[in-house]
């Protein structure tokens, strides 16, 4: 059973987030989300190039999303995003610093998460390239940066979890290589069993 968020972010912290945020994180079952997204590319020559690299969504104005958040053996989670017909695989999981770890492909940040009554910021502190036992630790000035907030979002009937979702990657002296906003609908109606 994950409870890596409610680990990294203490109950007092996780028991006080909206439960439309909850629903994603640590009661050990898969879950299930559904909803639309606007995705847009940076413009810059590299982030053109570094996008597909990045395994970055496409552009659209308007994609169906489909998130499944599963359980994974080492009490971390994976994440499985597809945006229309393109995947976006990450995992996630707890470091040995504190911080909460994504990573996908080679590419591994790491994030402090701050709670609220509305949502999480993720507010990343470092960037490293792994590939298998070698890991390299990314300067600032070279390191892509992640601004991100998943947040309630109210739903048009009481029983329903509605997140919304902003994720930017940027990288600097390139800026934007990819941002996708929209919000997201849990699958299981609130009080049932997951």
Request: charged share 25%.
């Amino acid at each position: 059973m994950s409870k890596l968020y409610r680990t990294h972010l203490g109950d007092d912290a996780w028991f006080a987030l909206p439960e439309a945020v909850r629903a994603a994180h640590g009661d050990g079952a898969t879950s299930v989300f559904q909803g639309v997204f606007c995705v847009t590319r940076g413009t810059h020559l590299a982030a053109k190039l570094l996008a597909p690299l990045l395994r970055a969504p496409p552009a659209c104005s308007q994609t169906a999303v489909r998130l499944i958040v599963e359980t994974s053996d080492d009490g971390g989670e994976r994440w499985l995003r597809w945006f229309g017909d393109h995947l976006l695989t990450t995992s996630q999981r707890r470091g040995s610093d504190g911080t909460l770890r994504e990573r996908f492909g080679p590419l591994e940040l790491a994030f402090d998460l701050k709670a609220d009554a509305e949502g999480i910021d993720y507010r990343q502190t470092a960037a490293r390239l792994r590939c298998g036992l070698l890991s390299l630790q990314l300067p600032r000035w070279l390191s892509p940066r992640v601004a991100a907030r998943e947040e309630v979002a109210a739903g048009k009937r009481s029983d329903e979890l509605r997140t919304h979702v902003r994720v930017e990657l940027s990288l600097p002296l390139v800026g934007r290589v990819v941002a996708y906003d929209g919000t997201l609908n849990d699958l299981v109606p609130c009080g049932a069993p997951r």
